[in-house]
């Protein structure tokens, strides 16, 4: 006797089979999608000077910008499963070095930037979009082994990938763009350089004026060469004293102009030159080797050890760190800050800005010929050397000041020769870009006349000299020799 067949199912079951096989579809298009946007899904593109990668990743939503070493940006400006990665991988050196030989050229930089960012991300959306579909279709034909399904899953795929360009457009914010979370070292960006709206305010205005205002260093010369020669009868050895150059391209054109026109024989930097000790702020560096004369360096708080080596590449320079090196005939020696400001981890256990002062008074004692000049950045490790060499040049404030020592030694705190870099673009006062031309007796390293060099800042165009006779015998107590012409200084006519 047969068996009665079976049942014929009912309306649910079919209903459940039905969905349970797209379902699977749909999960098996899903997760092919997603395979193929994380093998494909991604471009190079220029985006301004950087040579950047994009991607986009299941990660939830808004955007990161990654800047290796400093750290990363991260903005939740829209939702959905899939998060535009942004990595700027490196700076291209011909594109960066026509941006620092022509300020002009700045003017577009924004318009620029956007446009190629648009273009970058828009080619990413077309090629992620082609790569989710082929990943839904790819991964159903070996599923499925059957030539319909794969239809369907570019379907779906084509679905889902609108789904989600659609909920972006959906929830996009352009506010948070204005207000995006820092990590890395790039936590310091805005208490380091304030507001980045007030920044390229103020930088447009400064901008403007840069040209005319390195030019000004030729009339600045005129006036001087209107004053009394500095050494008397006496040759002497002029000597540039610049720090704190922060990555401004104007202050290593004031460097340029003024070792040119005032006839210098070295240049001695106090620290400085970068503001990160990054390798893309490094690009300026090799202006150093175009000024064709020596070129003598210490370490500031915000360089690094890189910073400190493309220095040392660079033809006619020397970086001192407790050591000592012999200029124009002079001996000079100097010591590095022992900090690094941008990563305070990478520092580690350092010796105290006292501790490397002591170093270098006992490096100094130990030379044959006692030094003329001592290099620090900071002017907390000037006190160990008062006595030991006559004059200690220091930078690290941002505030030019001169003062005589206990023991006779003479501290030549220098200003900003970069106007303090994009931080000098901060606050209500321009700060200005400053150098001094230092005046030093080749016989006995005494120094006999400083000028002291005066630019604008954000938005003037005046400069001004100050030049300072030193005494045989400096009195105790504190000059100022920037102090516009009081005590010895006599002014050179102002320029505007």
Not at 122 to 150: K, M, Q
Not at 248 to 261: K, S, T
Not at 313 to 326: E, K
Not at 362 to 379: F, G, K, S, T, Y
Request: proline share 8%; hydrophobic share 40%; with cysteine.
């Amino acid at each position: 006797m047969s068996e009665p067949p079976p049942p014929a199912p009912g309306p649910w079951a079919r209903r459940r089979r039905v969905a349970g096989r797209w379902a699977v579809r749909v999960l098996v298009a899903a997760a092919g999608a997603l395979i193929g946007i994380l093998l494909l899904g991604r471009v190079e593109a220029p985006i301004g000077p950087f040579d950047a990668g994009l991607a986009f990743t299941p990660t939830g939503g808004g955007a990161t910008v990654e800047v290796p070493p400093l750290g990363a940006l991260e903005v939740d400006a829209y939702d959905g499963p899939l998060q535009l990665d942004v990595q700027l991988r490196r700076v291209d050196e011909t594109r960066i070095q026509e941006l620092v030989s022509d300020p002009a050229r700045l003017d577009g930089l924004v318009d620029r930037v956007s446009a190629d960012l648009q273009d970058a991300v828009v080619r990413l959306a077309w090629t992620t979009g082609a790569a989710g579909v082929g990943g839904a279709v790819l991964a159903s034909l070996v599923t499925y082994r059957r030539w319909r399904e794969p239809l369907v899953a570019a379907g779906v795929s084509v679905v889902l990938i609108a789904g989600t360009a659609g909920l972006g457009a959906a929830t996009w914010r352009p506010e948070a763009l204005s207000q995006p979370t820092y990590t890395g070292l790039l936590v310091n960006a805005t208490s380091l350089i304030g507001s980045a709206e007030d920044i390229v305010a103020r930088f447009s205005a400064y901008r403007e004026s840069l040209e005319e205002l390195v030019a000004n260093v030729g009339t600045l010369y005129s006036a001087l060469s209107a004053l009394p020669a500095p050494g008397g009868p006496t040759d002497t050895v002029a000597l540039l004293h610049v720090s704190d150059l922060h990555l401004n391209p104007a202050g290593f054109d004031l460097v340029a102009q003024v070792a040119d026109q005032f006839d210098v024989d070295a240049v001695l930097d106090t620290g400085d030159i970068t503001d990160w000790g990054s390798e893309p702020e490094n690009q300026l560096i090799g202006s150093i080797g175009a000024l064709g004369v020596p070129y003598v360096y210490v370490r500031g708080n915000h360089d690094s050890a890189v910073t400190a080596g493309l220095v040392a590449a660079q033809p006619n320079a020397t970086v001192l760190d407790d050591s000592a090196t012999t200029v124009a005939g002079l001996t000079v020696v100097g010591a590095r800050d022992p900090r690094f400001t941008p990563d305070q981890d990478a520092t580690g256990d350092t010796e105290s800005l006292e501790q490397t002062g002591e170093d270098l008074a006992e490096l100094a004692e130990e030379q044959p010929d006692p030094p003329a000049i001592a290099m620090v950045h900071d002017p907390k490790q000037a006190p160990p050397l008062d006595g030991v060499v006559p004059l200690v040049l220091a930078g690290h404030t941002h505030d030019r000041e001169v003062e005589t020592l206990e023991d006779g030694t003479l501290l030549m705190v220098q200003g900003s020769t970069g106007g303090a870099g994009l931080r000098g673009l901060q606050g209500e006062y321009p700060e200005p870009l400053t150098c001094t031309v230092l005046y030093v007796d080749p016989g006995t390293g005494a120094l006999v006349a400083y000028d002291d060099i005066t630019l604008g800042g954000l938005g003037e165009t005046e400069a001004t000299i100050v030049r300072t006779v030193v005494p045989e015998e400096v009195t105790d107590g504190a000059e100022d020799g920037a102090g516009g012409g009081d005590g010895d200084g006599t002014p050179a006519s102002p320029t505007d």
